[in-house]
């Protein structure tokens, strides 16, 4: 029986969780081994990657859901971020300057795990940042 509503928006909490921990052993109890981003069959190796590669090139990254909205198998999460992120972000020279920026996403779950990511980065608010600097 899939998650409730309630049990859904916990699940997805403890996913952040697992992420900024970096505890990519448990990533697997989150999501599924055919997980899609953005329309790309990545897999879990390779949705594990990219998280790796995020944590790499910006050590300081933290998840937070600032609003969670939950229609299962949906949810929603507008995730804000403040950090210093290395070299370049989405094409832009950031070189370890601190921005702040959110990522409105949503997630398909199929048997509690997360099989498909839709994401949207506000990539024009790190540009404004950058040019006010």
């Known amino acids: 029986m899939p998650l409730a509503a309630t049990e859904l928006?916990?699940?997805?909490?403890?996913?952040?969780?697992?992420?900024?921990?970096?505890?990519?052993?448990?990533?697997?109890?989150y999501v599924d081994q055919a997980v899609e981003h953005n329309?790309?069959?990545?897999?879990?190796?390779g949705y594990q990657a990219m998280l790796e590669g995020d944590h790499a090139a910006i050590p300081d990254l933290r998840f937070a859901a600032r609003l969670l909205v939950v229609e299962a198998p949906w949810l929603a999460a507008q995730l804000d971020f403040d950090c210093t992120p290395r070299g370049e972000l989405f094409g832009l020279a950031v070189n370890g300057r601190r921005v702040?920026?959110?990522?409105?996403?949503?997630?398909?779950?199929?048997?509690d795990r997360i099989r498909e990511v839709r994401s949207l980065i506000d990539v024009a608010a790190i540009r404004a940042q950058l040019e006010t600097d």
Not at 9 to 24: K, P, V
Not at 101 to 108: A, G, K, L, T, W
């Open 39 to 45: 329309g790309r069959p990545l897999g879990l190796t």
């Open 9 to 29: 928006g916990s699940h997805y909490q403890a996913y952040l969780d697992c992420l900024n921990r970096q505890a990519w052993v448990e990533l697997g109890r």
């Open 100 to 111: 702040q920026f959110s990522e409105h996403v949503f997630y398909r779950f199929e048997n």
